[in-house]
C-alpha cells in the first residue's frame, strides 16, 4: 500500500529544478494523430506545451501520472509561451482537430495565462475543434467565455475523472477532487457551449483486473449522461509514478488489453450520446497495455477502428490463445491466488 509519505517524496523527487530561458522557448512534442469529429475521420494535430505543470503533481501528485517531468519547474512567461506558439504555428497544417496539452491544466493561470490562452486559441482559428485539459476548478466561464468568442470552431474541455468510484479516486488515484467534483465541471462546461469529454483510468494501482474492468464499466454508466466524449485510458507507467514503485517490486501489471476491448464492449451499451473510444499509449509494450504479444497489433487496431467508427460489434469476433489465460488471471486474482 501507498503512504501519503511515498505519494509526496514520488511527487518531490520527480519535479524538475526551475528550467533557463532557452529550454523555456520549445515545446514538449507535437505529432498528427487519427481521430474522427462524428463520422468523418480526420487528423489531429497535438500539441504539448511546456509549462509549470499540473499544480496537483507538486501537492501529492496522481498515483500514476509522471507528467511534471516534462515541465518547467516554474511558470512559463508570456514570452516563452509565445515562442513555443510560434515553432508549433509553423507546423501546423490546418488539420481540423487541434489536442492542446500541458501536463496539468491549461486554464490554470500559473500554467498559462489569460493573454496566452487567448492567443493559443487564435493561432488554431482554422480548426473545428480545439481541445484542452484542465482540473474540474477552473472551467468557469470568466475563463471559459474568452475563448469561445475568440474561437470560431467547437471548444472540448478534457477533464481526467479517472473514475466515478470517491475510493478509487481518492485513495487509489490520489487525486484532490471528489467524483462529484469532476461532473458539476462536466455539467458546466456543457452549460457554457463546450463540449465535455472524460478521461477514465483503466487499472488504477491495488485494482485487481476483474476490480478494473467493473469500475471502468461503472464509471461509464454514471458518467454518461454528464459527457459528450468518454476515453478509457488504460495505465501506463511512467517514470517517477507510485505505479512505477509498485511495477517495479512485482505488485502492479498494467491492464491487458482484453481489459479495455470488455471495456469498451460493456461500455458501448451503458455510453447513451456519448462517444466512447480508447486510443492506449505505449500498447503492446511492457510498460503498457498489453496481451501475449502475439494477438497485442491486431487488438490494438480493432480498438482503434471501433473507437473512430464508433462501431464495437467487431470487438466480440477477436480472439487468441492469450483470453484464456487472461479469463484465469482474473478468476484466481479474485480468489487472492497469485496466477
Ligand atoms: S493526472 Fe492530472 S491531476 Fe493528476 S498529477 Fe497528473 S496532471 Fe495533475
Ligand atoms: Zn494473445
Known amino acids: 500500500?501507498?503512504?501519503?509519505?511515498?505519494?509526496?517524496?514520488?511527487?518531490?523527487?520527480?519535479?524538475?529544478?526551475?528550467?533557463?530561458?532557452?529550454?523555456?522557448?520549445?515545446?514538449?512534442?507535437?505529432?498528427?494523430?487519427?481521430?474522427?469529429?462524428?463520422?468523418?475521420?480526420?487528423?489531429?494535430?497535438?500539441?504539448?506545451?511546456?509549462?509549470?505543470?499540473?499544480?496537483?503533481?507538486?501537492?501529492?501528485?496522481?498515483s500514476m501520472c509522471g507528467y511534471s517531468k516534462d515541465t518547467l519547474g516554474r511558470s512559463a512567461t508570456p514570452g516563452e509561451l509565445a515562442a513555443q506558439l510560434e515553432r508549433a504555428a509553423r507546423r501546423y497544417r490546418?488539420?481540423?482537430?487541434?489536442?492542446?496539452?500541458?501536463?496539468?491544466?491549461?486554464?490554470?493561470?500559473?500554467?498559462?495565462?489569460?493573454?496566452?490562452?487567448?492567443?493559443?486559441?487564435?493561432?488554431?482559428?482554422?480548426?473545428?475543434?480545439?481541445?484542452?485539459e484542465t482540473l474540474p476548478e477552473f472551467p468557469t466561464d470568466a475563463a471559459l467565455g474568452p475563448l469561445k468568442e475568440a474561437f470560431p470552431g467547437e471548444l472540448e474541455v478534457a477533464l481526467g475523472l479517472e473514475s466515478t468510484?470517491?475510493?478509487?479516486?481518492?485513495?487509489?488515484?490520489?487525486?484532490?477532487?471528489?467524483?462529484?467534483?469532476?461532473?458539476?465541471?462536466?455539467?458546466?462546461?456543457?452549460?457554457l457551449g463546450a463540449r465535455a469529454k472524460g478521461y477514465l483510468l483503466l487499472k488504477p494501482p491495488y485494482l485487481t483486473e476483474e476490480e478494473a474492468v467493473q469500475d471502468v464499466v461503472r464509471s461509464i454508466v454514471t458518467a454518461a449522461e454528464h459527457f459528450d466524449a468518454l476515453s478509457?485510458?488504460?495505465v501506463h507507467?511512467?517514470?517517477?509514478?507510485?505505479?512505477?514503485?509498485?511495477?517495479?517490486?512485482?505488485?502492479y501489471r498494467p491492464p491487458w488489453l482484453w481489459s479495455v476491448v470488455e471495456g469498451l464492449a460493456r461500455g458501448a451499451r451503458a455510453r447513451g450520446s456519448a462517444r466512447l473510444v480508447s486510443f492506449p499509449t505505449a500498447g503492446g509494450?511492457?510498460?503498457?497495455?498489453?496481451?501475449?504479444?502475439?494477438?497485442?497489433?491486431?487488438?490494438?487496431?480493432?480498438?482503434?477502428?471501433?473507437?473512430?467508427?464508433?462501431?464495437?460489434?467487431?470487438?466480440?469476433?477477436?480472439?487468441?490463445?492469450?483470453?484464456?489465460?487472461y479469463a484465469a488471471v482474473r478468476r484466481l486474482e479474485v480468489l487472492g491466488v497469485e496466477a
Request: charged letters at 25%.
Open 1 to 62: 500500500m501507498t503512504t501519503p509519505s511515498l505519494a509526496r517524496r514520488v511527487a518531490t523527487e520527480r519535479r524538475p529544478d526551475p528550467a533557463p530561458p532557452e529550454a523555456a522557448s520549445k515545446y514538449v512534442n507535437q505529432w498528427v494523430e487519427p481521430e474522427a469529429i462524428g463520422d468523418e475521420r480526420v487528423p489531429a494535430f497535438v500539441l504539448i506545451l511546456k509549462t509549470r505543470g499540473c499544480y496537483w503533481a507538486d501537492v501529492k501528485g496522481c
Open 94 to 132: 490546418n488539420e481540423p482537430y487541434v489536442k492542446i496539452y500541458t501536463s496539468g491544466s491549461f486554464l490554470d493561470d500559473r500554467e498559462v495565462d489569460p493573454a496566452s490562452r487567448l492567443a493559443v486559441v487564435r493561432a488554431f482559428s482554422n480548426a473545428r475543434r480545439l481541445l484542452f
Open 165 to 191: 468510484d470517491p475510493v478509487v479516486l481518492r485513495r487509489y488515484v490520489n487525486k484532490g477532487a471528489s467524483p462529484a467534483e469532476y461532473l458539476a465541471a462536466a455539467d458546466r462546461v456543457r452549460a
Open 232 to 234: 478509457i485510458n488504460p
Open 237 to 251: 507507467i511512467q517514470n517517477g509514478t507510485v505505479v512505477e514503485w509498485l511495477y517495479h517490486r512485482g505488485r
Open 285 to 325: 509494450l511492457a510498460r503498457g497495455p498489453h496481451n501475449c504479444g502475439a494477438c497485442d497489433a491486431r487488438v490494438l487496431a480493432a480498438i482503434q477502428e471501433a473507437s473512430l467508427d464508433q462501431r464495437f460489434d467487431g470487438l466480440a469476433d477477436l480472439d487468441c490463445a492469450c483470453r484464456s489465460e
